[in-house]
């Protein structure tokens, strides 16, 4: 395919006009990034967003690779001196990588097989009559006679026979209409089985001991369950299909001519070909593809999770206290100020015997009143709940002294960032058990600018994290971790290297180097300033501006997403309205806009921007300095502890959802333990894809429908009403 017919071929397969997909295309091989394009190319791409443009660069990546891989092939058969114009235009007309490889099966170099020992032995001729079937006088057995020969170790008529027959097997299994309808025969009727290998006592896969469902229908989730039992050595695992039926398909494509003397023996090949060749090999692509696909859709749950959590609204103004729980080496106390900075830390335990106990309550009400603590924020593991009711109980006492409320937080991930080398780095006096409980309450403060020091797959908010590709896994949470990133833009003069390493045209080196420039000249005055900063050009500069914020600068317009080569048109826009105050300019630049009847085309023109643009000048204007993340359900505050033992079926109560998966989402409902909402429990509806009612960080209102305290488990509906 040409670079327009792939073009042509994208923009159908996205339902795209076939100029956005060039534009976007050119904007992508011109080194710019997706978060670039989709905020400040809206003009080039028609308005695109970033799943679009990354579906874009995903199918070019693959289009491109397909069109490398067929140059590639075409030569390696035109070497061999067996490439037909028939055969060229099938691997030219292709548009899967997999019909080229099976195009290419025959003529890919191979390890010794049967079927070459055969060939070397001079049975080739013998094979291609059993294959023609144009022989009906005589016996098969007076033409393989003449193929005997001592010399090339063939001694009865019986092995000559066998090895043309191992000859025509793999002629049929290199032959890409057979796998082709084999692998889409399996596809279509396949069962995906499952049994019992080796188990001692209880395992997590006794549901697939004995377990049989379609390959065209098995959910993801049970495939990455049924992997995972196969990889533990649990379970053992096949497809199985009716052989009879699969041999009939391949019978009706090769038998011509059952008057042929060879047709015994090359139905004979076709069931050997069958057994020992295609469906072993199919079987493998088939489990192959299986996987593939339950990978995408556990990375698209996790990706789509972990968005969600990083842009949970943070807690503005706040002294914020973190506690991370622990039983032996005790619970870490530590207490930020409202930017972050770590002011004091202790070790508390705040559990049996009594003296301890008081001493640990001691201790936190004295920090508390020290410091002003607003908000003591949790950890939710070990020992969570022996804290949260010593913390519950102490807020209980001082209700008249001060408001303190607390929050339980997901501590996932905390005990990886407390010994990574940002950590050390950013607290290199204090011991690892230390630093945890800094990143508790920082994930209270700031959750986005504190989870991007973790690496995603350690956040706890996927399914089968760490079965499914690791490769593509750390791809999709890049991109996620980078679009949630930009879409919120980071403040440049408090953003740890971390944070800005994720901006737009940065790079490791550059956020470090932004860092560095800050502690030596100290708070950047003006985006302009960027460029003076080692290794930032004005490409990297041009990606980074309109990300980077500027509180309190030298020009109102760097604390929006304005890009700074949309200041000028910003400019005459506030002159032509005779607008000064930037703050008021929004709302009162849209007042004008409608009573006075303006002519948007001729105002575009003269402001020489496109209409996308115009629009985001004036969101921008309205709100400057917006944080999209103050739009979501904030954290629930607590004073008091709710116990397991307290729930009763039927009561309602608030929770915040902490991972969504397949068959539903588990909510935090304020106990030791979250509770289950099935997806049958969303709605009276059906309900297909458990994200389309609800994502991480929703707070809801659900209904205790079960609870099992032996095994822990709490059943939640949010179908409240009878």
């Known amino acids: 395919m040409t670079e327009i017919e792939i073009i042509q071929l994208v923009a159908e397969e996205l339902k795209l006009k076939a100029i956005q997909v060039k534009n976007t295309i050119d904007l992508l091989d011109e080194g710019n990034t997706v978060p670039f394009i989709s905020r400040y190319r809206k003009e080039v791409t028609g308005s695109l967003d970033e799943n679009q443009i990354r579906a874009i660069q995903e199918r070019i990546q693959y289009l491109r690779a397909l069109e490398a891989r067929k140059e590639t092939i075409l030569k390696s058969i035109e070497e061999q001196g067996k490439l037909t114009p028939e055969l060229k235009e099938k691997i030219l007309k292709a548009v899967k990588l997999q019909e080229v490889e099976d195009l290419y099966l025959p003529y890919k170099p191979k390890k010794r097989t049967r079927a070459t020992v055969a060939k070397e032995k001079g049975l080739e001729p013998l094979a291609e009559m059993i294959l023609k079937q144009e022989i009906t006088e005589g016996s098969a057995e007076e033409y393989a006679v003449k193929f005997v020969n001592e010399e090339k170790q063939v001694s009865t008529i019986e092995e000559a026979l066998t090895g043309a027959m191992d000859i025509v097997a793999e002629v049929i299994s290199d032959d890409a209409d057979v796998r082709k309808l084999i692998r889409e025969a399996t596809f279509k009727t396949g069962l995906l089985q499952s049994e019992k290998k080796h188990a001692e006592g209880r395992t997590p896969y006794e549901m697939y001991y004995e377990y049989t469902e379609p390959v065209s229908a098995i959910p993801p989730h049970r495939v990455l369950a049924i992997n995972r039992g196969e990889n533990e050595g649990v379970l053992k695992v096949s497809i199985d299909v009716e052989t009879p039926k699969m041999i009939a398909l391949i019978e009706d494509l090769y038998i011509k001519n059952e008057d042929s003397v060879f047709i015994d023996y090359l139905r004979k090949a076709i069931e050997d070909s069958y057994n020992r060749l295609i469906f072993p090999s199919i079987q493998r692509e088939v489990r192959s593809a299986l996987t593939e696909k339950a990978d995408e859709h556990a990375i698209g749950i996790f ?98 002294e001060r408001k303190v409320e607390y929050v339980i937080v997901n501590e996932a991930g905390a005990s990886v960032y407390s010994a990574s080398k940002v950590a050390q780095k950013e607290f290199p006096d204090l011991e690892a058990s230390m630093r945890g409980n800094i990143s508790i309450a920082r994930r209270l403060l700031d959750p986005l600018a504190e989870l991007v020091k973790i690496d ?55 956020a470090s180097n932004i860092v560095k420039y800050r502690d030596e000249h100290g708070p950047f005055r003006n985006r302009e ?66 009573q006075e009847n303006i002519d948007l085309q001729a105002l575009l023109e003269e402001l020489n921007i496109g209409e996308p643009t115009f629009n985001d000048i004036l969101d921008n204007l309205e709100k400057p300095g917006l944080d999209p993340r103050d739009e979501m359900p904030k954290p629930i505050f607590k004073s008091d502890v709710l116990k397991m033992e307290d729930l009763r079926e039927g009561m309602v109560l608030k929770g ?37 009612v609800v994502a991480v960080g929703d707070v809801v209102d659900v209904k205790v429908v079960s609870i099992d305290p032996e095994r822990g488990r709490i059943g939640l509906s949010m179908v409240l009403d009878e």
């Open 456 to 510: 995603p797959k350690s956040i706890g908010v996927g399914l089968y994290q760490h079965d499914v590709n690791q490769k593509k896994l750390a791809e999709a949470l890049h991109q996620v971790v980078e679009s949630a990133v930009n879409m919120v833009g980071v403040n440049v003069n408090t953003a740890s290297a971390s944070l800005l390493k994720y901006i737009s045209g940065l790079t490791s080196r550059t």
């Open 303 to 400: 990706a789509q999770n972990l968005k969600n959590l990083l842009l949970q609204p943070p807690v503005r103004g706040k002294i914020i206290m973190g506690i991370d729980p622990g039983f032996r080496t005790g619970s870490k106390v530590a207490v930020i100020d409202q930017t972050g900075k770590y002011l004091e830390g202790t070790t508390i335990y705040p559990h049996p015997p009594q003296n301890r106990y008081m001493e640990a309550k001691s201790i936190v009400r004295e920090m508390i009143n020290k410091h002003g603590v607003d908000v003591i924020a949790i950890g939710n593991g070990t020992a969570s709940r022996e804290t949260e009711m010593m913390v519950a109980e102490l807020i209980r006492e001082m209700k008249d």
């Open 656 to 692: 915040t959802v902490r991972n969504v998966v397949d068959f539903g989402a588990f909510v935090d409902i304020g106990v030791k333990q979250d509770g289950l909402i099935h997806v049958s429990q969303m709605s009276r509806k059906y309900v297909k894809n458990p994200m389309e």
């Open 529 to 594: 300033e960027l460029k003076k900063v080692d290794s930032i050009g004005e490409i990297a500069y041009q990606q980074a501006a309109g990300f980077l914020r500027i509180p309190d600068g030298d020009n109102p317009l760097d604390n929006t997403s304005i890009h700074p080569e949309s200041y000028e048109a910003t400019r005459k826009l506030l002159k032509k309205f005779e607008i000064q105050d930037l703050a008021e300019g929004g709302k009162l630049l849209r007042k004008k806009l409608k």
